[in-house]
């Protein structure tokens, strides 16, 4: 078997043997509390659950705290150093950015989980007022040092924030939260009347490639992405917070990941491969459409 992919610390049996101990209990849906979950997908001892009653898919159960801090620890330093893959990365910041200018061409951001202030200092500062919120201090160190944005170091649900915003971003985030459905409120309670909460590169739970390669999805890094929304999901939650659908989209072909003339041959082989009962054989799933989601939600006025 080849792998084309260079060794991730995050997939290195060192480090999943180091968490093993650190493994929760099994939690009820996040979404609709539901306890009656079937399996969906399994690497090692990390199991993704799909609810029969409201179709969320999570890793149940995940790590604790202590498990998470400790995966989180390297972080940052290591997404640093995958230099070609931040190439890739300023491309879909500048994708994810042009997408909500769409919708709202300035005002106040605030971007949480904002890491080093990447996706942040995309945004002009003629226009935009420009603040984060950063769990990592390595990470806000860097962002307040390289670009010059003021960045809050802590766990939002820990953080006291008066300022209300026209715009709060999670970019890559929500799918990284152990407890999402709180923080999804905070998120709203943040806004302004006719603000916009902006969800970016979430890996969608109803992509087909999911459903069809199931662990093998290259979205599937059970480590790191614990929940997998899908935009009917996202919908519902946000409802109970004041929030309505604005537009949301599914990147695929203007993204730097895309190949169409193989990525569409190598999921019609897979398919085939995997009815024939030759699952084994794969490595793992090419870029797709539908496997990314984008969407922005409007609170409404008053
Ligand atoms: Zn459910």
């Known amino acids: 078997m080849c792998n084309p992919a260079p060794p991730s610390p995050f ?33 090692q001892y ?19 705290r202590a498990g998470v801090d400790l995966f989180y620890a390297h972080y940052f330093q290591f997404r640093q150093e995958t230099s070609r893959l931040n190439e890739q990365r300023a491309i879909m910041y500048q994708l994810d950015r042009d997408w909500i200018q769409v919708f709202i061409q300035g005002g106040s951001v605030l971007d949480v989980g904002c890491s080093g202030g990447f996706f942040l200092n995309t945004f ?6 420009r603040e984060g ?14 670009f010059g944005i003021p960045i809050r170091v802590g766990d939002l649900m820990e953080l006291t924030i008066e300022k209300r915003f026209d715009l709060v971003t999670l970019r890559g985030v929500i799918e990284h939260v152990p407890d999402p459905i709180p923080y999804l409120e905070k998120c709203a309670s943040l806004l302004k009347p006719g603000g916009l909460l902006y969800i970016t590169a979430t890996p969608a739970g109803d992509a087909f490639a999911f459903d ?34 604005l537009a949301h989209h599914y990147p695929y072909a203007e993204t ?34 539908g496997s990314m989601l984008t969407a922005a939600f409007k609170k409404e006025d008053g």
């Not at 199931?214 to 917070?241: A, D, G, N, Q």
Request: a negative charge.
């Open 133 to 146: 919120v950063e769990i990592t201090q390595d990470a806000a160190d860097f962002g307040r040092e390289q």
């Open 124 to 129: 002009p500062p003629d226009r935009w007022e």
């Open 46 to 64: 990390l199991e993704a659950k799909r609810c029969t009653v409201c179709g969320m898919i999570s890793v149940n159960p995940h790590l604790t």
């Open 212 to 245: 069809v390669y199931r662990e093998k999805w290259i979205l599937f890094t059970p480590l790191e992405h614990i929940h997998f929304f899908t935009h009917r999901l996202l919908t519902e939650v946000l409802h109970r917070f004041g929030l309505r659908p």
């Open 256 to 289: 730097p990941y895309a190949q169409p003339e193989t990525d569409f041959r190598t999921i019609r082989e897979d398919i085939a491969r995997i009815q024939q009962g030759q699952g084994e054989q794969i490595t793992r799933s090419v870029p797709f459409p």
């Open 11 to 43: 997939e290195s049996n060192e480090l999943w043997e180091r968490l093993r101990s650190h493994l929760d209990g099994v939690q009820p849906c996040r979404v609709c509390g539901s306890n009656d979950l079937e399996p969906w997908a399994r690497k």
